[in-house]
Each structure stands twice: as C-alpha cells, then as structure tokens.
C-alpha cells in the first residue's frame, strides 16, 4: 500500500486499537529529494534516532520546519500526520511552499521521560544544522512545529534550546553533542504548555516520582515557564470545540509570551475538535505556511 492510501481504521466513532501498519510503500514528494532513516543519534540501550528530510528541489539553499508527530507521548510515526488528514499531503505542502520539512522520531514514555524526549529533539535540531551544506539547508532559518504532545516537545525545545543562556540540562549531548539550538520560529498545535494545571498528565509522565519531584517537573518542563522576551515568535493555534487537549493551555502559553514581549499569535479554530477536526485541515496549514514563509521571508 503506498503510504497515501492510509486512512483511519473507522471513519467514525471509536477507533480499535491500532496494533500495526500494513507495508507501506511511498513514492516520495513531488519536487522534492527525499532522505529516510537519517540516524541522527545514537543512544546505548535504545534504539536508533532517525528522521526523514523532504528538501525542495531548487537552486539555493531551503529553509526548514522540524515536525513532532503527536501520539500521547506514548506513540506516533515520524512518517504519519494524523489519519484523518491523508498521508504526505501536509508534507507536500511545505515543499510546495519552498520549505523543507524533516520529521524525526524520538524515544516515547514507555522508554524515557520528556526530559530526554527533547534531548532527541535538540539533537535532530543540532543535526540539520551540521550537515545543512549536504542537505541543501540553511541553517539560519530553522523552525520546529508540533501537534498534541509533539507541540509541548517542540515549545520546550525550541524555547529552551533559543534562551540566551540555553541550560546544558535541557539540550544534553546526544548525537552531535555540540552546535547551536536556537530555532526561528515556533508552531504550536494543540499541545500541552502549563503541566502545573495537568496533574494526571504530569503523573503519567513521570510515574512513580515523589508527589514534590513531580510539581517541580511539571513547572521545569512546562513551555510557559521558557519564554522570555528574545523567544522566536510563535504561532499558537487550538480548536474550540478540541475535548482531548484544553483550549486553556493555548491561552496560557500565549499570555506567557504576551507578559513579556515575546512574539506570539493565537488562533482559534471554531468549531475544531482535536487534531482540527470539524474545520479545513488545509486552511489551517496554509496559515502555517504563511506564517513561515513570513518569518523565512520567502
């Protein structure tokens, strides 16, 4: 089966539990070179972190967004978007737009907690940035954009690895281990930002961790707690309606950039329930691409 033929197990309703993909094949990206299985770090006694890079087929070097699949932090493929919305078709729209999109995997909550989550992360990030000359990057222009879980992991790398004075506990020394963090821009979809208001959340992330070690936790790996004045703008969007993540978080993290200057954009989908469904899943990518193509200035 190519990998666009891939829809939900049910249309409607309650989805059974997924247990396996078929084979999937894919023909890769219109206009674009394709590269799978990037080994960007390799950690003893996991296994190893990959990704996969679309860079659009043009003559200078491509700008590029980072995507973290979403999943619950428990699950996710860095090769699928939510079912709902075909496979590759988001993916396609950025190389369309004359942004590359890298798309990496990382260690899940059965494995690790959050904090080596967006150790990967910075490490993917790191890795671009090292082999941009191979990869037809520019490493100046580098964003990182997240849904659901993968939105909280994306802020907090981001925001983190952007700070004037990045912590050495957040970025790690996975892969590279070296060279700069800072991203261009964040998008923020659906996600997590103040684990504090979250408490079953924070205690399914980091079980077993004493009651106080986890309230400092939830504060450390909050994205509200990050953002500062110099933060890379952001693009906060949620849906209305969304019964799985609550639209309280996305006006937390945009009040947090709101309070000290930081660049921020809230958008508020009606009607969109989790993952936007209920709205035109392409109109919310073309606010997206609008967005980088603003801040890459296409």
């Given at each position: 089966?190519?990998?666009?033929?891939?829809?939900?197990?049910?249309?409607?309703?309650?989805?059974?539990?997924?247990?396996?993909?078929?084979?999937?094949?894919?023909?890769?990206?219109?206009?674009?070179?394709?590269?799978?299985?990037?080994?960007?770090?390799?950690?003893?006694g996991f296994r190893p972190m990959v990704l996969d890079l679309h860079v659009p087929q043009q003559d200078q070097p491509a700008p590029v967004v980072m995507w973290v699949h979403g999943g619950g932090w428990a699950e996710g493929d860095r090769r699928l978007t939510p079912l709902q919305w075909g496979q590759q078709r988001m993916f396609q729209a950025l190389i369309d737009a004359g942004i590359a999109v890298a798309t990496p995997d990382h260690r899940l909550v059965g494995e690790v907690a959050p904090d080596d989550m967006v150790r990967d992360l910075i490490a993917a990030v790191r890795y671009l940035r090292h082999y941009a000359d191979e990869l037809a990057l520019d490493p100046d222009r580098?964003?990182?954009?997240?849904?659901?879980?993968?939105?909280?992991?994306?802020?907090?790398?981001?925001?983190?690895?952007?700070?004037?004075?990045?912590?050495?506990?957040?970025?790690?020394?996975?892969?590279?281990?070296?060279?700069?963090?800072?991203?261009?821009?964040?998008?923020?979809?659906?996600?997590?930002s103040d684990l504090s208001a979250l408490p079953d959340l924070t205690e399914s992330l980091w079980r077993g961790v004493d009651p106080d070690a986890r309230g400092w936790l939830a504060m450390a790996y909050s994205p509200v707690t990050?953002?500062?004045?110099?933060?890379?703008?952001?693009?906060?969007?949620?849906?209305?309606?969304?019964?799985?993540?609550p639209l309280d978080q996305a006006k937390r993290l945009h009040a947090a950039?709101?309070?000290?200057?930081?660049?921020?954009?809230?958008?508020?989908?009606?009607?969109?329930?989790?993952?936007?469904?209920?709205?035109?899943?392409?109109?919310?990518?073309?606010?997206?691409?609008?967005?980088?193509?603003?801040?890459f200035a296409l």
């Open positions: 089966m190519d990998i666009t033929a891939l829809r939900p197990p049910a249309e409607d309703g309650p989805w059974p539990p997924m247990t396996h993909l078929p084979p999937l094949t894919s023909a890769g990206l219109r206009g674009a070179t394709t590269w799978t299985g990037l080994t960007y770090a390799q950690v003893p580098l964003a990182v954009w997240g849904d659901s879980a993968g939105a909280h992991l994306a802020a907090l790398a981001g925001l983190a690895g952007s700070a004037a004075r990045p912590d050495p506990h957040f970025l790690g020394r996975l892969g590279v281990g070296s060279g700069r963090t800072d991203v261009a821009a964040i998008v923020w979809w659906y996600g997590a990050h953002v500062s004045a110099d933060s890379p703008p952001m693009l906060i969007m949620h849906g209305d309606a969304d019964s799985m993540s950039a709101q309070d000290v200057g930081a660049e921020s954009r809230l958008v508020i989908v009606p009607g969109a329930e989790h993952v936007f469904l209920g709205a035109d899943i392409e109109q919310q990518w073309q606010v997206v691409t609008d967005f980088l193509r603003e801040v």
